[in-house]
């Protein structure tokens, strides 16, 4: 039972015709789209996208992407250097907003709203659909303001008392608050790096977000941290979506139940992590793991 | 040849640090063994008790006092007009602007940071010559029209400081807040302007010394060798450089050249006390800004 995409020009416009123009159809004659192999779409979904192209100025960075992020479950992005997955990740809460040149074109939905649409603020949006950089990067801040600093520019709590407790669960649910409920008051950034990033991830799950993204979260730390993370991550599942970048082949296959891999702007094959690893499809998909490039 | 080249260019860096420190070196030395000497409470106070000279009690009229207070003021009120107008500037030309606008605007703050201070004295001349004429035969070359002028003068320091340390900020740590749901003016003041604070702060600091020293605007706008404490900021005032310059170019005796060296090093004190100012208040606001917020 395999899904295929529909590669149909006209359908590929259905959403915002005011934008094809001419480069693009160009862009797809010459880069034509290779078949997603496996069923990249689940029941009940969490994020729904559809024929999406992400294009920097004229360069297309990502060509006809369509997939599903399920509730409750960790999904990984892999593949070599530059095939787009960070910006992929990106699109699911706009964060190519900030990039100048940057143009996505398709139907991104998150419980069925359609967050490219024209009245939709990117503020609740981002509240919901948090993200984890690649560098820990806490605010100058206290660890307590840095954690507090979501709920307070959303607004999430009336008093202080309120704020404390949004503090302390999240710092609880990021396993961190043994380590620092002694020092709260001290710098997040005189924390080491492992802590740091799990602040980090504090800081975005304390806006009660459906979905997190992480872009190669580990790739600064050492092994332990990056096993603590890893952990938290799995238990993270029980409450969020998680959609994850990584370099690392283990690591996707340590933490996710569902891996996609990219390949120059494709989504080439999608499916079962355990399948993926060990009878993967695609010959590319299988030249990767194999390590024959990437 | 490289490892020659290599010991050449050490050599001489050491040189050129060796004589830029050397000059300052000397400039101050020069003051200092000048200056010294004629540096006694007369030449601030002259024969006015000190206390009710602070106090305001009494005018002072063959001393600095009036002189420094007509500095402190005008630097005062010179930036507090230029920064808030600076800085937005700044914030624009970096988070706001972009192509067509930006390269304009980028051009004219080059150009106007190029402008000599006479012609932005000449100018201020003009504007106080044209509300004469036009508004209120009351407005004369004053204070306010200093003030105005030197801000015109010592924007584009503030500008292009605030600009470039807001466009230094590393994306990774533009984008962290922006990715929790801040708003972009949110992340504006709540991240970007703390991390740029510092160089924000090195322009008013040179914006504070341009202020302090300009004599060339301050001379077609209102400073006048006598006219005691400012009263009003549509009156005529005192200034130090203004007096240094008169006294060095109409000296009638050796202690009156004295007098000018004098001058000339309370000036350098007074804008060390104004970078001290600076920073601190810096600091002030860096730890509102990161600790409070
Ligand atoms: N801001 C940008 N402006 C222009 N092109 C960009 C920009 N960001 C990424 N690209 C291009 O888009 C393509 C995909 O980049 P992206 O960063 O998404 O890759 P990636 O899969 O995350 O790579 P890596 O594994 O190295 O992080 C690359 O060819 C890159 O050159
Ligand atoms: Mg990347």
Not at chain 1, 121 to 145: C, E, H, T, W
Not at chain 2, 9 to 28: D, H, K, P, R
Not at chain 2, 150 to 172: G, H, K, M, N
């Amino acid at each position: 039972m395999e899904a295929t995409l529909n590669i149909n020009n006209d359908n590929v416009t259905g959403i915002n015709s005011e934008v094809t123009d001419l480069s693009q159809e160009k862009d797809k004659v010459l880069h034509k789209k290779r078949e997603t192999v496996g069923n990249p779409f689940v029941e009940n979904p969490r994020m729904t996208c559809r024929d999406v192209f992400v294009y920097y100025g004229d360069k297309m960075a990502i060509n006809n992407a369509g997939i599903d992020v399920a509730c409750n479950e960790v999904i990984a992005m892999i593949g070599p250097s530059g095939c787009g997955k960070s910006t992929f990740l990106r699109c699911l809460n706009r964060m190519n907003d900030t990039v100048e040149s940057c143009r996505v074109t398709g139907d991104i939905r998150i419980d069925g709203m359609d967050i490219y649409a024209k009245n939709v603020d990117v503020v609740p949006l981002r509240a919901r659909v948090g993200m984890v950089f690649q560098k820990p990067n806490p605010f100058p801040k206290s660890i307590y303001d840095n954690v507090a600093y979501g709920p307070k520019i959303h607004g999430l709590a009336q008093n202080k008392a309120e704020i404390d407790e949004i503090v302390e669960t999240s710092l609880k649910k990021a396993g961190l608050w043994e380590e620092a409920k002694d020092r709260l008051n001290q710098p997040g950034t005189g924390l080491s790096g492992g802590q740091q990033q799990r602040l980090c991830i504090a800081r975005a799950i304390a806006v009660s977000p459906e979905v997190i993204l992480m872009d190669e979260p580990c790739s600064a730390l050492d092994p332990i941290a990056t096993a603590k993370i890893e952990g938290l991550i799995a238990e993270l599942r029980q409450h969020y979506s998680i959609v994850i970048v990584t370099h690392s082949m283990q690591q996707a296959a340590r933490v996710s139940q569902r891996t996609a891999y990219f390949h120059l702007g494709d989504i080439i094959e999608v499916g079962p992590t355990e399948r993926i690893f060990t009878n993967p499809r695609h010959q590319l998909t299988e030249d990767y793991i194999t390590g024959r490039f990437g | 040849m490289n490892r020659f080249f290599e010991i050449f260019f050490v050599i001489w860096s050491w040189l050129s640090a060796l004589c830029l420190v050397g000059a300052v070196a000397a400039i101050l030395g020069f003051l200092c063994v000048k200056g010294f000497p004629a540096l006694n409470v007369e030449l601030i106070f002259g024969n006015t008790e000190p206390l009710s000279a602070l106090l305001l009690q009494k005018q002072v009229f063959d001393g600095l006092f009036p002189a420094i207070v007509g500095t402190l003021c005008l630097v005062v009120l010179s930036v507090l007009l230029a920064v808030p107008l600076g800085v937005a500037a700044g914030i624009y030309m970096a988070e706001y602007a972009v192509g067509y606008v930006k390269t304009c605007c980028d051009f004219l703050f080059d150009i106007l940071a190029g402008i000599p201070s006479i012609v932005i004295g000449l100018f201020g001349f003009t504007l106080a010559v044209f509300l004469h004429k036009n508004f209120s035969d009351q407005v004369y070359p004053c204070f306010l029209i200093s003030s105005i002028s030197l801000a015109f003068l010592v924007l584009p320091y503030i500008v292009r400081s605030t600009q470039i340390s807001l466009e230094e900020i590393d994306p990774a740590i533009r984008n962290t807040a922006l990715a929790l749901g801040a708003s972009r003016l949110q992340n504006i003041i709540h991240v970007l302007l703390p991390r740029a604070l510092g160089g924000i702060c090195s322009g008013v600091i040179l914006a504070i010394g341009r202020c302090a020293e300009d004599t060339a605007v301050i001379m077609l706008t209102g400073a006048v060798a006598i006219a005691g404490i400012p009263r009003s900021i549509l009156g005529q005032y005192e200034a130090l450089p203004f007096y240094i310059f008169y006294i060095s170019s109409q000296y009638a005796d050796q202690a009156e050249l004295m007098r000018g060296y004098g001058a000339s090093l309370i000036l350098i004190m007074l804008c060390t006390l104004l970078f001290l100012v600076a920073f601190l208040v810096r600091k002030r606001i860096a730890y509102q800004a990161f600790y409070k917020a």
